[in-house]
């Protein structure tokens, strides 16, 4: 069986794992959680990263920072995490769904304005597979607007947008560390906090409302209840795991940037024979090389394709459920979304197997199952 997803160690995790728990420091904001901020925050540099339980709770953080009212609105795309939507929702806030570009999958910059409205509170965007949105647009429509930027930046870790790292865009950001991610321990995320004037209430949203962290840094003498707040923070036996994860990272990412070559190289020929649409990179991004994903001409010819792979023990898999659709979207949606592009991608959309330990001959072995399909 080659399976969709296949985590595995890759360098120091067992090591570090021992050493965390010989240190004694097993809750959150160890030694091992300040050692991942800081190798994140040299990659995004002006940012301050907070380790998280999940990705969702960091954008559930991102909404309390919102300080929004009820009834307030988030524009968003409907081709994403049902995470990126809820985290608002909680807060009492109503989506806005805004339909996709067909050819990144991201969210479609040209129809957000006509979506902005006084009730507006943020524009929150996903780099799908890790490949940028159009920030550039969309930071001007913000700053016209008087809206803030949230990156979902689930899939982008190491991505670029025109030289610059995903998830320095917005006003806050988020990233995932859970098992299908490049940089993965099984269950966790981060939120980067690009504006100074959030960082103090951020960390006491996420030490269940106190001024933990204050304390711990000696700047008053004993902490209390000053927020509202939840348990955000992850122990630091998950943060020593991630830890050997993220100094693996060049590691990973050579290892996934062949994988989706080689995915690349082999199947564009095929592609175009068969009208199959492979991702799209524009030439000002780069990519996070999360994933590789194929566009098949019908729904028919997906559900065929993922069909013929599972009877040669291959798994390939499809992605999201238009989020506009669901029943909850259509309950809690400030209004109707009309989203074509989301919904033909859902249908037609298939992600190969690809993990940092795909081997060539795995690959190889998917890459001529995909050959024989005739669909
Ligand atoms: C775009 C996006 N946002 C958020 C999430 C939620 O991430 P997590 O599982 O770390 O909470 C996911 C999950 O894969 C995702 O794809």
């Avoid at 700047?219 to 348990?231: A, E, L, T």
């Avoid at 259509?330 to 592009?341: F, H, S, Y």
Wanted: net charge neutral.
């Amino acid at each position: 069986m080659i399976r969709f997803n296949n985590p595995a160690p890759l360098g120091d995790e067992a090591a570090n794992l021992v050493q965390a728990l010989a240190q004694g420091h097993l809750s959150g904001d160890g030694p091992f959680t300040r050692r991942s901020q800081a190798v994140l925050q040299d990659f995004i540099p002006g940012s301050r990263v907070l380790l998280t339980t999940s990705c969702t709770h960091a954008l559930e953080m991102a909404a309390l920072l919102l300080d929004a009212e009820p009834g307030d609105e988030v524009i968003m795309p409907p081709f994403t995490f049902v995470s990126t939507a809820n985290a608002f929702v909680l807060r009492g806030l109503r989506p806005v769904f805004v339909d996709i570009r067909p050819d990144t999958l991201n969210i479609d910059e040209r129809q957000i304005e006509a979506a902005v409205t006084h009730r507006t509170r943020a524009i929150v965007v996903v780099h799908y597979a890790g490949v940028g949105c159009e920030m550039d647009v969309i930071v001007q429509i913000a700053q016209r607007r008087g809206l803030f930027v949230i990156e979902d930046n689930a899939h982008g870790l190491f991505g670029r947008y025109r030289g610059r790292n995903l998830g320095t865009f917005g006003s806050l950001a988020t990233l995932s560390f859970h098992e299908t991610k490049n940089i993965s321990c099984g269950e966790g995320g981060a939120l980067l906090i690009n504006d100074p004037e959030l960082v103090e209430r951020a960390e006491i949203l996420r030490e269940k409302g106190t001024n933990r962290s204050r304390f711990f840094r000696g700047q008053v003498d004993k902490y209390s209840w000053v927020d509202i707040g939840s348990s955000f923070l992850p122990s630091d036996i998950l943060a020593a795991f991630l830890y050997a994860q993220l100094e693996a990272r060049q590691d990973i990412q050579d290892a996934r940037r062949k994988i989706w070559n080689r995915y690349s190289n082999h199947l564009t020929n095929w592609a175009q024979r068969q009208s199959v649409r492979l991702p799209w990179i524009p030439a000002h991004c780069d990519q996070s090389y999360h994933m590789f994903y194929m566009v098949m001409p019908s729904a028919r010819a997906r559900d065929g394709l993922i069909a013929h792979l599972k009877e040669r023990g291959i798994l390939g898999v499809f992605h999201y459920l238009p989020l506009h659709l669901s029943d909850m979207g259509r309950r809690c949606a400030a209004r109707e979304a009309v989203c074509p592009v989301t919904e033909q991608i859902s249908e037609s959309l298939i992600r190969l197997p690809f993990y940092n330990r795909l081997t060539e001959d795995e690959q190889a072995q998917v890459i001529e199952a995909i050959h024989e399909f005739r669909g």
